[in-house]
């Protein structure tokens, strides 16, 4: 698979008043198509910097970023919108949607940003909510919504917006652990289509439904290894009858190891 | 994005939070309104001010005594026709504002106006019935009087006064004519007088002087080089010594009068149009405040826009289009609401002339207010970073 995020000595430095704080230092990492990478680190540890370098929401202080072979580093900001509008979706803790737009137009917006055509756009939507599973929930408002259904209609806008790239800043952080599991089936989902995810997470088992976890500490990288049993949110048919125990899962770190067969997540 | 878009995404946010939008919208309402307003209240009184000096006549100059220098009498008007070869009528007239009318035992106040037979003319201003007052009622004083439309109405309750004994100020005058209908006017309500001979006025009211000359130029003669002339005349009789002082008899021909008094009413119309603008630039500065306000409360939204491909421009058009929507609604509102005003106006009496150009020209200040007012919190929202707007709670 070709590499499809590059960074080369990427650092960046913000002005806190007086001081300045150097959130990341010189971080080399090379993501490909089709990957599933987790970032993992304490808070303060420049995770979310590094993912809002990598969402093209901020530019590098120094160092190169390489999207799909084109250096972006430098670009404008015009030029960094349409990079987010076609080829990045975001899933944020915070869910990040318009209260006052119903789910469907929440899920149109960035099609609307891109200037697809009305009827075009709604079927797009239309899709990407019925991916999530929201067909019936089209015309509420994300405050008529549970907390995991405001975070599908958030990836369903992220699908609707079929970017090769979805990045994640604590996708299921304030969800409860069945909502949260659900969030992860959908992403790996998402990955199974080929897409390629990065997570951002401070929580390890969340982190080990990706395929690779990158841990980093105080702005470095400290860690780069392949997971090696990845837990799987929903049940796996060519996995011998083993089901990745998503219960078990949410449990505890420990108990990741497969559950017996016609496990709860089936019957739901 | 295009522009459609824009406009659809500003209305959802203006109709999300009416009562803002509409508390908005209502500095806007209010100026523009009062623009309307006010400039049509402003050029109905033009209106009317021009309608009363031309129902006076028509090329007519009159001749008032300024200072108690000035003695003018009935032979001026037989010596300003010897001299002034251009005029063709001059009336000598005595007024007196406050007479009381009695015919039986009811009593009437009104104005009193001595006057010369050919008044009917120069006044282009008739009897309906009976008949006018005549040289001979002149030459003899006789006591006869001539009453408006009004005392025939009013104090003689529509019943036949010709051949009527009244008493103005304890004299007896004995009614021969009734005067049309003529409605406001200059001097104040046309119906409401009586006319009698000009010497007779002079003896009930104890003078030999009269108090105007009402002068007609003659057709296609030069008003104004007439006046002049008259002017002359009567600076050549009453000299002031001290040249910055008024002459001592002010000659003004009704074109004059039409100028000074349009000149007064138009400068009385740009000053209640300036109000009124000064009220919708107050409008304006609302609309800002609220567009601020919005965005900061926004911040997250944008952050979010932002995050999903929003464009600067986007960005800028969707708050620019809501102030701008904003003002024009408000415009339009208050152009309606400013035809309200016209209406009350009209209602307590006055006259009121709409103006086209006014209503341009406060809807396109509309426009502009919302435009120029708009673009700083649009460029704020524009130019926020997307990870501080998401930041923001």
């Known amino acids: 698979m070709p590499a499809l995020i590059e960074l080369h000595g990427v650092s960046k430095h913000y002005r806190a008043g007086e001081t300045v704080v150097e959130a990341l230092r010189g971080v080399d990492l090379t993501v490909n198509e089709g990957e599933f990478v987790a970032i993992m680190g304490q808070s303060g540890s420049g995770k979310s910097t590094l993912m809002h370098i990598i969402g093209c929401l901020h530019r590098p202080t120094a160092g190169t970023y390489t999207l799909a072979g084109e250096d972006v580093s430098q670009k404008g900001d015009n030029a960094l919108a349409e990079i987010r509008n076609r080829r990045i979706g975001f899933i944020f803790q915070s869910f990040n949607v318009l209260p006052r737009l119903t789910a469907l137009e929440n899920v149109e917006l960035p099609l609307v940003y891109r200037g697809v055509p009305a009827a075009e756009r709604r079927a797009a939507a239309e899709r990407a909510l019925a991916a999530v599973g929201l067909s019936h929930r089209l015309h509420h408002r994300p405050n008529q919504l549970s907390g995991g259904e405001v975070q599908r209609v958030a990836i369903a806008r992220t699908i609707a917006a079929d970017p090769p790239i979805i990045l994640g800043d604590e996708p299921t952080g304030n969800l409860d652990s069945r909502s949260g599991r659900e969030i992860m089936a959908i992403l790996q989902d998402l990955h199974a289509q080929g897409r390629t995810i990065v997570l951002v997470t401070h929580d390890e088992t969340i982190a080990r439904h990706a395929r690779r976890i990158v841990r980093l500490r105080d702005g470095e990288i400290v860690s780069d290894e392949p997971v090696a049993a990845p837990i799987f949110a929903r049940p796996q048919p060519g996995a011998g009858g083993v089901f990745a125990a998503a219960e078990s899962a949410a449990a505890g770190a420990d108990a990741d190891d497969a559950a017996p067969a016609g496990g709860e997540e089936a019957t739901e | 994005m295009n ?391």
């Open chain 2, 3 to 393: 522009l459609q878009e824009s406009m659809r995404m500003a209305w959802r946010s203006l109709t999300g939070n009416r009562l803002r939008a509409g508390l908005t919208m209502l500095g806007v309402i209010i100026g523009v309104a009062a623009v309307v307003g006010l400039v049509a209240i402003g050029q109905g009184a033009t209106k009317q001010v021009t309608a009363q000096i031309e129902s006076l006549g028509s090329n007519l100059i009159l001749v008032t005594p300024r200072s108690p220098v000035a003695r003018l009498t009935v032979d001026d008007t037989t010596e300003l026709l010897r001299r002034v070869p251009n005029l063709s009528a001059a009336i000598a007239g005595v007024s007196s504002n406050n007479v009381t009318v009695k015919w039986g035992n009811q009593s009437y106040t009104t104005t009193l106006e001595g006057t010369e037979p050919p008044y009917e003319a120069v006044r282009n201003f008739h009897v309906a019935y009976g008949r006018f007052i005549t040289d001979d009622d002149l030459t003899y004083r006789r006591k006869v009087a001539v009453i408006g439309y009004k005392l025939y109405t009013d104090l003689f309750a529509e019943q036949n006064p010709l051949g009527e004994q009244v008493l103005i100020d304890g004299t007896s005058f004995t009614v021969v004519g009734v005067m049309e209908k003529k409605g406001q006017g200059m001097m104040g309500d046309n119906d409401d007088r009586i006319i009698v001979p000009v010497t007779s006025a002079q003896r009930l009211l104890r003078t030999n002087r009269i108090s105007s000359i009402t002068a007609q130029v003659k057709a296609g003669a030069d008003a104004a080089a007439t006046a002049a002339q008259i002017s002359a005349i009567y600076q050549h009789k009453y000299p002031t010594n001290n040249p910055g002082r008024d002459d001592a008899v002010s000659v003004i021909s009704q074109d004059q009068m039409l100028s000074t008094v349009s000149n007064v009413t138009r400068i009385l119309t740009l000053m209640l149009g300036g109000i009124a603008g000064v009220s919708l630039l107050v409008g304006g500065i609302g609309i800002m405040n609220i567009m601020l306000v919005s965005v900061t409360e926004r911040t997250r939204e944008i952050g979010i826009r932002k995050a999903i491909g929003a464009k600067r421009r986007d960005i800028l058009l969707q708050f620019l289009v809501e102030s701008i929507i904003l003002s024009l609604a408000g415009g339009a509102i208050g152009i309606l609401l400013g035809f309200g005003l016209g209406r009350i106006a009209t209602a307590f009496g006055l006259t009121v002339a709409y103006s086209l150009s006014a209503m341009v020209l406060a809807f396109l200040f509309a426009a502009a207010v919302g435009l120029v007012f708009g673009v700083y919190p649009a460029s704020r929202a524009a130019n926020l970073d997307p990870i501080e707007a998401l930041r923001h709670e």
